[in-house]
């Protein structure tokens, strides 16, 4: 998923997450920008209204001494059903594991994730996002040349190819857009698939790019419009979606 700053590209992804979870799939969840703290939060507000029909802003979730009693329910009794969620959420039977962890080393990029699937198959990798990964430079990234944007993220798509053919998993990776498709995008012109400029492997190695867009008018109503860009194997989806 690619879209410009600030549209939501965490949000929309880690409602994917969700999705994913309560269908059973396991998932190993890598933030390159958001705290894990946050994501966590994130998701389990999201629980907390599919359970109760409470929503909860993020801080409160992460620091429940702000919140207060309601008309409907005294504070300790929002707290014990926030708590009720997340037990539900990490340890219900029917849902799928989640692993949620901060960034790694592009360098080290198939060492890491192949470690976290020696105890546990994943189904879904997400790597929010591709370009705020960790770019140390240790000797195997001098080897492997990831002295710069382009050459770290090539890897990282490579790498992300062979653990796919190896643990027969999925990934979800999100990205910025380049300059030259945020210009084109406020003019309202197609964009192509090479739309995150970094990295042509992007596009070589990508089942699906998608453009996470939105306006002022689809903002009132906290949408977003979803624009398919790119399919290999499939056929392009011609008809741009809206989300909630």
């Known amino acids: 998923y690619v879209a410009n700053e600030g549209v939501g590209k965490t949000s929309f992804v880690i409602g994917e997450v969700y999705d994913a979870l309560m269908q059973g799939v ?26 109760y029909g409470l929503r909860f802003r993020v801080e409160d979730l992460i620091n429940t001494d702000n919140i207060v009693d309601t008309p409907a329910y005294t504070r300790d009794r929002l707290v014990e059903m926030i708590n009720s969620a997340r037990i539900d959420l990490y340890n219900g039977e029917s849902y799928g594991k989640l692993s949620l962890n901060l960034s790694f080393a592009y360098a080290h990029t198939r060492e890491v994730i192949s470690n976290e699937f020696a105890s546990t198959h ?11 990964m960790d770019r140390t430079m240790d000797e195997t990234a001098y080897r492997l040349g990831l002295n710069n944007i382009k050459n770290c993220i090539d890897y990282l798509m490579y790498c992300e190819d062979k653990i796919v053919k190896k643990y027969n998993c999925m990934f979800i990776n999100t990205s910025h857009t380049n300059n030259d498709a945020e210009r084109d995008i406020a003019k309202g012109k197609e964009t192509g698939s090479r739309i995150t400029g970094n990295s042509g492997n992007v596009s ?13 008018e689809l903002e009132k109503n906290n949408r977003r419009v979803l624009e398919h860009n790119k399919a290999r194997d499939y056929a392009k989806i011609l008809t741009p979606i809206v989300i909630d």
């Open 122 to 132: 994943y189904d879904l990798v997400v790597i929010d996002h591709t370009a705020a």
């Open 26 to 51: 396991n998932v190993l969840m890598y933030s390159g920008e958001t705290a894990t703290i946050k994501v966590a939060a994130m998701l389990e507000s999201i629980h907390i209204f599919k359970m």
């Open 204 to 216: 070589k190695y990508s089942t699906f790019v998608w453009l996470i867009k939105t306006n002022a």
